[in-house]
């Protein structure tokens, strides 16, 4: 289970990792999670607009839910608990590739 998490995880971070910017995850490497991924859209700060169509497009297009991150910090939280597969992560990753490919100026 930890490698199949681990393998989850990875796939989301890489992402985040390689976008230039464009996703930001304010967690240091050798401290981050491999269940839950908070992480902002359009920079370290995030960008509220581009949150909000992230979570738009997530849920209408890919029946994505409860990526919204806590109120009080914002941006979007990615949860890979045990029941969500690989194949599932490929979806979400996928949909943050196309996003930033859309949406990255």
């Known amino acids: 289970m930890r490698d199949r998490s681990l393998k989850k995880s990875n796939l989301v971070y890489e992402v985040i990792d390689t976008s230039n910017g464009f996703y930001y995850n304010p967690v240091d490497k050798k401290y981050r999670s491999s269940v839950t991924i908070p992480f902002r859209v359009g920079g370290s700060s995030g960008n509220e607009e581009l949150e909000k169509l992230f979570l738009k497009e997530a849920e209408s297009v890919h029946n994505m839910i409860q990526l919204k ?37």
């Not at 914002?74 to 949406?103: C, D, L, P, W």
């Open 69 to 105: 991150g806590h109120r009080s910090v914002g941006g979007i939280r990615a949860s890979m608990y045990n029941a969500m597969t690989v194949e599932e992560v490929t979806v979400v990753v996928n949909f943050m590739k196309e996003f930033q490919k859309q949406h990255h100026k």
